[in-house]
């Protein structure tokens, strides 16, 4: 072999030794590879990222310039979790863009952000950075666009910002920023997008700074604490197309200068306190879209020259106090989709110029005042999909021009004075879900032709003068869920045809003349049914078994007649039976008894059933309300002695005989409801009926002759009142004038009556209701005000009137019911308060109407106004007040639904230190009685101290009870469950959280859903078993506050999500996890195996 043969091997080692420094990775890339090295990251993440590399340029996320050198970093959407690479990629010198947004950062932004020269592009965005914002970003002299949005930023925004003269966006929103806006961002003449929303702690007013920056496109200050008035210089803007500050604390009027903005777009100032009316000069923004100035204090009337803005689609105007017809200039616009100006002050007629808006989608006019007839050219609106004009005062006919509208899905026309008939071309509507127009005066019948209506829903027509029988077509509208007939004057039979509604849940025919027996085979799937207050003959078929799902089953004053089925007692979901002032016959069977989720109330009243009360009927432990007067009934009310929950009877007008039960529910009953029973008598020989009165052998010649002193005596008193009366009409006046100087009078405001006036109107039929320490009456004074007047139980309830002219006196705020004044002697003691007419949130929620009406929307603002005023008891009154008995009840509202948190009879004041309050061990510091049943927090029931703690436990009850619609002691509630280990059993077990819901507000929006479940996910905070673990009232106002998205309740078409500034898009929500933030700490908190 040649010598040389061997010499081969050695060069090519040489060879591979020299080249192996070029095919290393370089220094820059081994940078990136060092700090790639210290993530956390899961799978192929970053897997182009390989040392065995020469050079980075070519990784994802990696650019570089012609040089070689690494110019642009962008990586978005990895879940890196790690820290902010800035100090380890210090060496990159030429780097002009850094994006990491979207990875899971955490951590600081490093001081050393400033130490790269040529950064033109600094987005951080998206990530779960902490601590303030660093000065050094400030010597980024060429920076263009800082990002920094959606983190936890904390801190002011630095008035060093100003040095950044070459800035284009600046977007700080989604942080939690407080401070003032720095004047120094009128120093950026070059910015173009300001986004510093969804700060809630940012407060002080818009700097008249801000219209310097000239070349601004969009202004996002959104759902922060920013008050006063919207500056003048606003009209420097000459460029800005979205001004958006909503869900703030504006106030004053918006400047005229408004309309000097010409290339504005979109204009949302809504969910502010901004006055005055709306500047004319509004109609000098041609370029104008989007107008959402809805809930705000705005005056006077709608100017006209919003018609010369032919750009606009959407309108809305709702929740304020405009007058004034609606202008005729609307006609113009061309491009308008949506309109909404309800809960205004609204006169004058609907303008037929609407007819030339083509493109109008949603005409919502509700809540107003306004007059005349339904244009007959309304049925020139194609794309019409939502037509609301209740709550006014129309007149005249529904036109049959409505029927055009081909796109019509809802029409809610109720309680106007409309008249005529319904007609017969509006079931000509194919989409149409949704038909209300219930308390108007239309007469006629109801047309056949509803039947083609097959995608209808809901239809309320009752309040009318409707006559004619029900059309048998109804029962072609297989998606049909909601009828309401009720209050008419329809004759003839229930239709048998109705069985083919086989969707229908609630069918209420009530106070009609409609004869006939009762269908057995109505469809499967109801819930509700009232029938009463007709003519229905005949038997209850046994078919009403078959009826599964009925929870209410009302058919009182009928002429049914025959025996109570004994299949009823399949119906295991009903909770209410009223049978009463009917003909039936026979005995009660036992069945009935077998119905465990019988509890709200029973009525057999005013029929002619025989024997006993089956001895079962002690099973029915939940039942509330049980009425079984005026029958044949007979035996012993021993049986009822089991029944715990009872809190109304009424077995009067009976055969009952033998001793009422010794228990303390039997001895509070009033006589009027043992009343004629010949044999029946109490524990004491006081028989309920004069003529029957029996007692036992041994007592019986004692007890006669009781009765017969008692007899005599009464006599006497008799005559001396009789005398005494007539020397107190002699005495008049005089005696009057005694009385009232007897009184110790205190006024808070200046009301004109005498103390007679209250006193001779405290009647039960001027109760209105009653509280833990005393009875309320509505009173009217000389004046024509209405009072509140409230009187305590009884001498013994002193403290609890002491501590409410003690607490209330000396507090203010807007959501806690005002004290007028008290007035007290030695035998009364009355408090006056502003009446409130709109009764109490349980009034609302399990009254007459059941919360039907009840939007969410209403219900987040009462408990977000309770919130407030537990939090202003809690936090800003010195020392703190603890109202000690939190619950439905005690939440009143106002005219427009505003809540009053009421009754103070328990509060009590604590110190201001640490861990202090009232020690239920002691009995000299126990209140008479700690709260109400269902509402009370666990540390009541152990004696163990109670806080502030105490009343949030009683708050998130109310909170599941405005959510789930459900009283917390519900007796419909699974095993008698209480209503929050309902809740805690039902998540435990991984059900779909959503199904807690009330069902009244099914069909919201994906986004209003997310709500009602992040506003559960609080709820259930509230009502942790330890005080320690539960939020102070504050952290629940921000989580309420925050959870709240931007466009609740509004029409898809309303959520701009583009423009919208200081808010996210809704999450998507998994039903398996709830999460929400918490308040201002970054906590986060969710329904999962832990937490429940």
């Not at 919502?364 to 194609?382: F, Q, S, V």
């Not at 309401?484 to 069918?507: H, Y």
């Not at 099973?619 to 089991?642: C, I, P, Y």
């Not at 009343?675 to 004491?684: F, M, P, Q, T, V």
Request: net charge negative; glycine share 8%; charged share 20%.
């Amino acid at each position: 072999m040649p010598p040389h043969i061997y010499r081969l091997p050695f060069f090519t080692c040489l060879l591979c030794f020299l080249f192996i420094p070029c095919l290393s990775l370089d220094e820059q890339g081994q940078t990136l590879f060092s700090w790639k090295s210290q993530l956390n990251i899961s799978g192929d993440t970053l897997s182009s990222w390989n040392v065995a590399d020469a050079s980075p340029c070519n990784w994802v996320g990696v650019k570089c310039n012609h040089e070689g050198e690494v110019s642009e970093i962008q990586l978005k959407g990895f879940d890196l979790q790690g820290f902010p690479p800035v100090t380890i990629l210090r060496s990159l010198k030429s780097l002009t863009s850094l994006t990491l947004s979207s990875l899971n950062l955490t951590g600081v932004i490093p001081k050393e952000i400033g130490d790269f020269p040529e950064l033109k592009v600094l987005d951080l965005s998206d990530n779960s950075l902490s601590g303030e914002i660093p000065v050094g970003i400030f010597r980024l002299k060429k920076l263009e666009t800082l990002s920094l949005n959606t983190n936890n930023l904390e801190g002011e925004i630095p008035k060093e910002i100003g040095n950044l003269s070459s800035l284009v966006e600046l977007m700080l929103f989604d942080n939690k920023l407080s401070g003032e806006i720095p004047r120094s961002i009128g120093e950026l003449k070059s910015l173009e997008s300001f986004r510093a929303g969804g700060n809630k702690n940012i407060r002080g007013e818009v700097p008249w700074e801000i219209g310097n920056c000239e070349h601004l496109k969009m202004l996002g200050l959104a759902e922060t604490s920013l008050s006063g008035r919207l500056p003048a210089s606003i009209g420097n803007l000459k460029r800005v197309q979205t001004i958006a500050i909503y869900t703030s604390l504006l106030s004053g009027p918006i400047p005229d200068e408004i309309g000097d903005c010409t290339e504005l777009q979109n204009l949302y100032l809504y969910q502010n306190s901004i006055s005055g009316s709306i500047p004319t000069t509004v109609g000098s923004l041609k370029k104008l879209q989007s107008l959402l100035l809805w809930e705000n204090n705005l005056v006077g009337k709608i100017p006209t020259e919003l018609g010369n803005c032919p750009d606009l689609w959407l309108i809305d105007l709702s929740e304020n106090h405009l007058t004034g017809n609606i202008p005729r200039s609307f006609g113009r616009l061309t491009n308008l989709q949506e309109l909404q100006l309800s809960v205004n002050q609204i006169s004058g007629t609907i303008p037929e110029e609407l007819a030339n808006c083509t493109k109008l989608t949603h005409l919502e006019i509700d809540n107003n005042l306004i007059t005349g007839e339904i244009p007959a050219l309304m049925g020139n609106l194609k794309s019409l999909t939502m037509f609301f004009a209740w709550q006014n005062k129309l007149t005249g006919n529904i036109p049959g021009s409505l029927s055009e509208c081909g796109e019509l899905q809802a029409i809610d026309l109720s309680y106007n004075t409309l008249s005529g008939s319904i007609p017969k071309e509006i079931f000509e509507l194919r989409n149409l879900t949704k038909l209300l127009l219930l308390s108007n005066d239309l007469s006629g019948v109801i047309p056949p032709e509803i039947g083609n209506c097959t995608n209808l829903y809901r239809l309320r027509l009752n309040g009318n003068r409707l006559a004619g029988s029900i059309p048998a077509e109804m029962g072609n509208l297989k998606n049909l869920n909601f009828i309401d007939l009720s209050e008419n004057r329809l004759v003839g039979v229930i239709p048998p045809a109705i069985s083919g509604c086989e969707s229908l849940e609630f069918l209420d025919l009530h106070s009609n003349s409609l004869s006939g027996s009762f269908l057995g085979t109505l469809p499967k799937s109801l819930k509700f049914i009232d029938f009463s207050d007709n003519s229905l003959t005949g038997p209850l078929p046994p078919g009403i078994g078959l009826l599964t799902e009925l929870t209410k089953l009302n058919l009182a004053k009928n002429q049914l007649s025959g025996a109570i089925p004994r299949e009823i007692s399949t119906c295991l979901s009903l909770q209410l039976l009223n049978l009463g002032d009917n003909a039936f016959t026979g005995k009660i069977p036992d069945e009935l008894s077998q119905i465990p989720s019988l509890a709200i109330s029973l009525n057999l009243s005013c029929n002619a059933f025989v024997g006993e009360i089956p001895a079962r009927f002690s099973d029915l432990k939940n039942l509330g309300v049980l009425d079984v007067s005026h029958n044949r009934l007979t035996g012993k009310l021993t049986v009822l002695s089991d029944m715990q929950n009872l809190v109304s009877l009424n077995v009067s007008f009976n055969d009952f005989s033998g001793e009422l039960p010794d228990t303390p529910f039997f001895k509070k009953l009033p006589l009027s409801d043992l009343a004629s029973n010949k044999g029946l008598y109490i524990s004491d020989g006081i028989s309920t009926r004069p003529d029957g009165l029996t007692y036992s052998t041994r007592r019986s010649s004692a007890v006669k002759l009781g009765i017969s002193v008692l007899i005599a005596v009464t006599a006497v008193l008799v005559l001396l009142a009789v005398y005494t009366l007539v020397r107190a009409r002699a005495a008049g006046k005089q005696l009057l004038d005694e009385e009232i100087d007897s009184w110790d009078v205190t006024l808070y405001q200046k009301l004109d009556f005498s103390i007679d006036d209250i006193v001779k109107n405290l009647t039960s039929a001027n109760v209105i209701g009653t509280g833990s320490s005393g009875v309320v009456y509505r009173i009217t004074i000389p004046s024509g005000e209405t009072l509140a007047v409230k009187k305590m139980w009884a001498r013994e309830q002193s403290d609890a009137f002491n501590s409410e002219i003690n607490t209330l006196g000396s507090i203010r705020h807007r959501n806690i019911v005002r004290l007028l004044g008290w007035c007290s002697n030695r035998n009364l003691k009355l408090l006056f308060y502003d009446y409130l007419p709109n009764g109490s949130l349980s009034s609302r929620l399990h009254g007459a109407g059941k919360g039907g009406g009840v939007s969410w929307e209403a219900r987040y603002d009462v408990v977000l106004g309770v919130a407030h005023a537990l939090a202003y008891l809690h936090h800003d009154c010195l020392p703190a007040i603890i109202h000690g008995d939190v619950k439905a009840m005690n939440v009143l509202l106002g005219p427009q639904f505003e809540p009053y948190l009421a009754d103070f009879g328990l509060a009590r004041t604590v110190s201001g230190k640490p861990d202090t309050g009232i020690d239920l061990s002691k009995p000299s510091s126990r209140p008479p009685l700690a709260g109400s049943y269902g509402y009370m927090a666990p540390e009541h029931g152990s004696m163990q101290r109670i806080t502030e703690k105490s009343d949030v436990y009683s708050y998130g009850v109310v909170l599941l009870e405005v959510l789930t619609g459900k009283h917390p002691l519900d007796p419909d509630l699974p095993g008698g469950a209480h209503l929050v280990k309902w809740v805690r059993d039902h998540l435990a077990e991984k059900k779909d959280p959503s199904k807690l819901l009330d069902p009244r507000l099914d069909g919201r929006t994906d986004t209003i859903m997310h709500e009602m479940l992040q506003t559960l996910a609080v709820a259930f905070l509230c009502v942790s078993n330890k005080a320690s673990e539960r939020p102070m009232m504050k952290d629940v106002v921000a989580m309420l506050t925050e959870i709240r998205d931007i466009d609740v309740g509004r029409s898809e078409i309303d959520k701009i999500k583009d423009g919208s500034c200081g808010s996210k898009e809704p999450q998507v929500i998994s039903h398996e996890k709830i999460i929400i933030a918490h308040g201002s700490s970054n906590c986060s908190f969710a329904f999962s195996d832990d937490s429940v």
